[in-house]
């Protein structure tokens, strides 16, 4: 049985983006020695697949140019305003996404880059002293609501969130991007409890399961495993899924739900830069030293990506 | 007339309070009764959120509720608020600077709950987090009249809160307000800076010292941060053989501290003794025990002004409990001279 043409037009465009991610992201530990590529690997589906056809926001007159921080919000600093630009004007039909594993910074400006949210000359900034683009991600940086980068408080401010937008009768949904590894912190199971005690049907959340945490495998760390029947245990639906397979993920993502809806989608941390897999299980970062032979296969890999 | 004592004011104020505040929520973990909100849940139970023994979870979704403009009050027993997650106190709420109302219970040495129960280094550890507002109370006005402070407030407000049965010790027609310390007595021997429980000590001492003719300047502090009031430093100038600082908490980081800080500030050269728990928990026992064991009450005042003073009165413990509390409304400030 072959689809309509029409259900699957967007698949092309989200393929694109995905690797759009891929590329800026090795472009950038080419360039600057080091980054995080493991995480790009691991989420470019799904991070595209959000931003192409899940969440509903409001079009942006122009690509975001980021400005010099802001210095940290307080009673002083009435200017300070959050990275949630980049998702246009809120309102209470559009969608807001609430983005936990800060770390995936680099990956989120890509993103943003490749959907025309945010300027492509971002990237010049990262990690630059005095930029809002900052390695770990806070509430200023491009694509961010919240500070998150303290792990597994974004689902807990996320549920507030979504609370409050119910209280007001709003209908827009309460996107979360999360990780595997933080799911080890307690306040995750906390959060989704409660989510669920409150009924918190706007609450939706993706998890990049790629498997990988600082120290290396999750499994080597700790157990999070049966993932899927946790998250049902503790009242939400799931959906688990693979994180690189578009049609599943897009059917997941957009499954109705009565309850939180989770969509594990399980990643490949080396997917579309196998190369990566020769560090593994060290892939937390990839940090290009001066063996100039390995560079070059980096930068092969790199004009691979090109269109 | 002698002070009244009030039973439970939290109770009915904040439901009377809330009335037409729709943007007032309130938020428990599983002490909705024993933070004094199980009449307000009755009255407003759409405002109202259970979200069980989940105190990281609590202050991380406060601090989403108040980014969609709500005004969340979480209501617990204070070391729930600053011990256990503190992390989330600081990244969701004080980071990014949102109203949100931690009304904190069980201060110091008013619970026999033992050290579990116990907040003795809330102050210190609050008045360390930047863009946090920092309340105590003392009595029943202080209680009812917290709440118009704390929304006055567009950041987050940690509120140092009674419950229970509590003395009247000021007029109610003299509410607390932010950054405003009341003088109590006035006296140029000594200068002594009282908080919380330990002011209505504080009175007791200062008035069994005064029929000594000892006469102490005597400053009530209920807002700990900001501690900006000029009304602070020129009580200390006054003050002619020294200052004391009293409170129900460690001398580390609270109010002994924060007079300490100001002293240095402004080179003010006084000396000072810092009554309140030093450096040590504390465990489970009646108030009154552990205030006589642990020297956090009107004899330890006194023996502190007499030591400044080089003097030596005979007020004991008796003549302290004896002497004739009244409402004291403010006396005249410096400023109003």
């Known amino acids: 049985m072959t689809a309509p043409a029409t259900d699957?037009?967007?698949?092309?465009?989200?393929?694109?983006?995905?690797?759009?991610?891929?590329?800026?992201?090795?472009?950038?530990?080419?360039?600057?020695?080091?980054?995080?590529?493991?995480?790009?690997?691991?989420?470019?589906?799904?991070?595209?697949?959000?931003?192409?056809?899940?969440?509903?926001?409001?079009?942006?007159?122009?690509?975001?140019?980021?400005?010099?921080?802001?210095?940290?919000?307080?009673k002083d600093n009435p200017e300070y305003h959050t990275g949630a630009a980049v998702h246009g004007p809120p309102g209470p039909d559009y969608d807001r996404l609430v983005f936990s594993p800060a770390h995936y910074a680099l990956s989120l400006y890509s993103v943003l880059i490749e959907v025309g949210r945010l300027d492509p000359a971002t990237l010049d900034d990262y990690n630059r002293d005095g930029s809002t683009v900052e390695m770990i991600g806070a509430e200023h940086s491009p694509g961010f609501e919240v500070t998150s980068g303290s792990l597994a408080q974004a689902l807990s401010q996320a549920a507030g969130i979504a609370l409050g937008r119910k209280l007001k009768g709003e209908q827009g949904k309460v996107w979360v991007a999360l990780s595997d590894g933080e799911l080890e912190e307690g306040q995750t199971w906390e959060a989704v409890a409660t989510a669920g005690f409150l009924g918190l049907d706007n609450l939706r959340v993706v998890i990049d399961a790629n498997g990988q945490q600082c120290d290396g495998l999750i499994d080597t760390v700790s157990s999070l495993e049966p993932m899927r029947e946790r998250f049902l245990a503790f009242g939400a639906s799931c959906d688990e899924v693979d994180g690189?397979?578009?049609?599943?993920?897009?059917?997941?993502?957009?499954?109705?739900?009565?309850?939180?809806?989770?969509?594990?989608?399980?990643?490949?941390?080396?997917?579309?830069?196998?190369?990566?897999?020769?560090?593994?299980?060290?892939i937390h970062t990839l940090r290009l030293g001066n063996d100039e032979v390995e560079r070059a296969r980096y930068q092969a890999a790199y004009e691979a990506m090109l269109p | 007339m002698t002070t009244e004592t009030v039973v439970r004011p939290h109770v009915?104020?904040?439901?009377?309070?809330?009335?037409?505040?729709?943007?007032?929520?309130?938020?428990?973990?599983?002490?909705?009764?024993?933070a004094e909100v199980g009449n307000w849940r009755d009255t407003y139970p759409d405002r109202f959120f259970s979200v069980g023994m989940a105190e990281q979870n609590m202050l991380s979704l406060a601090g989403g509720l108040a980014r969609e403009g709500y005004q969340p009050w979480v209501h617990t027993f204070a070391v729930f608020i600053y011990r256990r997650p503190?992390?989330?106190?600081?990244?969701?709420?004080?980071?990014?600077?949102?109203?949100?109302?931690?009304?904190?219970?069980?201060?110091?040495?008013?619970?026999?709950?033992?050290?579990?129960?116990?907040?003795?280094?809330?102050?210190?550890?609050?008045?360390?987090?930047?863009?946090?507002?920092?309340?105590?109370?003392?009595?029943?006005?202080?209680?009812?009249?917290?709440?118009?402070?704390?929304?006055?407030?567009?950041?987050?407000?940690?509120?140092?809160m009674l419950r229970g049965v509590m003395p009247r010790l000021f007029p109610r027609e003299e509410p607390m307000q932010l950054d405003r310390v009341r003088v109590l007595s006035e006296g140029g021997d000594v200068t002594l800076f009282s908080a919380g429980i330990l002011t209505e000590d504080a009175m007791r001492a200062v008035a069994a010292l005064r029929s000594h003719d000892i006469h102490v300047r005597h400053v009530h502090v209920s807002t700990h941060k900001p501690f900006e009031d000029p009304e602070i430093v020129r009580s200390m100038e006054s003050a002619g053989a020294g200052v004391v600082s009293a409170e129900n908490h460690v001398i580390t980081g609270g109010l002994g501290s924060a007079v300490a800080e100001k002293i240095a500030d402004h080179g003010l050269g006084k000396r000072l003794i810092r009554i309140g728990l030093r450096d040590t928990y504390v465990h489970g026992a009646s108030r009154a025990y552990l205030a006589r064991k642990y020297e956090l009450d009107a004899a330890a005042i006194v023996r502190a002004v007499e030591e400044l003073t080089g003097t030596s009165t005979g007020i004991d413990t008796d003549e302290l409990e004896h002497v004739p509390l009244q409402p004291q409304g403010e006396v005249e400030r410096s400023d109003s001279l």
């Open chain 2, 86 to 160: 503190y992390d989330q106190l600081a990244m969701s709420i004080a980071y990014p600077n949102l109203p949100v109302r931690l009304i904190g219970f069980l201060p110091g040495i008013t619970t026999p709950g033992g050290v579990t129960h116990q907040a003795i280094e809330d102050i210190a550890i609050l008045r360390a987090t930047p863009n946090m507002t920092v309340l105590e109370t003392a009595d029943a006005t202080e209680v009812e009249s917290v709440l118009d402070v704390a929304h006055g407030v567009s950041g987050p407000v940690y509120v140092r």
């Open chain 2, 12 to 34: 009915q104020n904040f439901i009377d309070w809330a009335a037409d505040k729709p943007e007032v929520v309130v938020l428990s973990a599983d002490l909705t009764n024993s």
């Open chain 1, 244 to 282: 690189h397979d578009l049609l599943a993920l897009d059917e997941a993502m957009g499954r109705p739900s009565d309850k939180p809806h989770v969509v594990i989608a399980r990643t490949d941390p080396v997917r579309g830069v196998p190369l990566l897999a020769e560090r593994a299980p060290k």
């Open chain 1, 8 to 74: 699957t037009a967007w698949v092309e465009r989200t393929e694109a983006v995905a690797t759009g991610i891929r590329r800026r992201v090795l472009k950038h530990v080419l360039d600057k020695g080091e980054g995080y590529m493991s995480q790009a690997c691991s989420s470019a589906e799904w991070l595209a697949m959000l931003y192409t056809r899940v969440l509903r926001l409001a079009p942006v007159e122009a690509p975001l140019v980021t400005g010099e921080f802001p210095g940290v919000p307080g």
